[in-house]
């Protein structure tokens, strides 16, 4: 059975930082390649950061700068560590485990970010 478990989030004053951790199990985790969404009230979810299973990364545009994904292999962990905080970064954040090669896409179930004074 496959579990991808977030956790992490939480409510951050503007400028602040959090640090999210998505553990994962049921994978042979070092070759999937992993992300972070964002969905927001009334929005769509979209790709804020991802990391391939040769710890290649891509950063959605409005993060770069802001936001570092990176993975623990040894511990089946993927991690977005968010400085500088802004309300616009509010939103439930989800892990993605994606293997294309078998046409494995899983999600977590997502952890609130809450950016406010």
């Known amino acids: 059975q496959v579990q991808l478990v977030e956790s992490g989030g939480g409510l951050v004053q503007p400028g602040g930082s959090l640090r999210l951790s998505c553990a994962a199990s049921?994978?042979?985790?070092?070759?999937?390649?992993m992300g972070w969404y964002r969905q927001a009230p009334g929005k769509q979810r979209e790709l804020v950061a991802s990391?391939?299973?040769?710890?290649?990364?891509n950063y959605a545009d409005s993060v770069k700068g802001r936001f570092t994904i990176s993975r623990d292999n040894a511990n089946n962990t993927v991690y977005l560590q968010m400085n500088s905080l802004n309300p616009e970064d509010t939103a439930v954040y989800y892990c993605?485990?994606?293997?294309?090669?078998?046409?494995?896409?899983?999600w977590g179930q997502g952890t609130q970010v809450t950016v406010s004074s």
């Open positions: 990391i391939s299973s040769g710890r290649v990364t």
């Open positions: 993605n485990a994606r293997f294309t090669t078998w046409s494995r896409n899983y």
């Open positions: 049921g994978i042979t985790f070092k070759i999937y390649d």
